[in-house]
């Protein structure tokens, strides 16, 4: 069984700091991990994804997220937030192999303070 | 590319009535996921099927949720008898290659049980 936490529910920064969104997970085999952000009232975009590699993953506008097996994590940051940011960010786990299931976390909201 | 489309965007039932979710995925892609999300429960996954086929029902309420994907370009999840607590937001998302883990998702319909 795969299982994603996002330990915060809500994350508020003023624009132009930087923020991290944290993501712990469980998972036996090798996997996905990968982030989602979700704007209101409009469904999940994909931001990035890592399987292996380099434990540094960049997406797209400044997102980049870290892997670490000592650590269970995925921790999503950005460097400099803008106001357009704010949305629930979610992260995501599924198996490399056989079942294509992605498990979502809870989801953190983040609001950017002008 | 239109994305994902999914209709209707808003639907409202009576308790009891049937409701029928309609999910257009991106051309070419060979996968389509159902999620139901809440406040309460998050992102909780349904079903979802790999060319036409279903793979994982996993997520459905066996007696009265049922899935099914007649061809490439639609698939449907209707609901019956519903009940208040199925209210919901359905996303559908599809997924162009097994293996390849990334999601792209429709905007969803907000389904209202009264």
């Known amino acids: 069984t795969q299982t994603v936490s996002q330990s915060d529910a809500h994350v508020t920064v003023f624009e132009g700091d930087s923020v991290e969104l944290r993501c712990n997970y469980s998972y036996g085999g090798s996997i996905y991990l990968s982030w989602y952000i979700q704007h209101h009232g409009r469904g999940l975009q994909f931001l990035l994804k890592y399987y292996s590699g380099n434990p540094v993953v960049q997406g797209v506008n400044g997102f980049k997220a870290e892997f670490s097996k000592s650590d269970s994590s995925f921790h999503l940051r950005k460097a400099s937030v803008h106001w357009s940011d704010s949305a629930v960010y979610f992260c995501a786990v599924s198996a490399i192999w056989g079942n294509e299931k992605i498990t979502f976390g809870a989801g953190t909201k983040l609001t950017i303070k002008p | 590319n239109a994305g994902v489309i999914q209709t209707p965007r808003h639907k409202v039932t009576g308790k009891g009535q049937e409701a029928t979710l309609w999910c257009e995925p991106i051309s070419g892609h060979s996968a389509v996921f159902w999620y139901r999300q809440t406040i309460v429960q998050g992102l909780e996954f349904l079903t979802y099927?790999?060319?036409?086929?279903?793979?994982?029902d996993s997520g459905m309420p066996k007696e009265r949720f049922s899935a099914q994907m007649p061809n490439q370009s639609h698939s449907t999840l209707k609901i019956q008898s519903t009940q208040p607590q199925d209210s919901a937001v359905y996303l559908c998302?599809?997924?162009?290659?097994?293996?390849?883990?990334?999601?792209?998702f429709g905007a969803g319909t907000r389904l209202s049980v009264l």
């Open positions: 099927f790999r060319n036409q086929a279903p793979i994982d």
């Open positions: 998302a599809s997924s162009l290659n097994w293996g390849q883990n990334t999601l792209y």
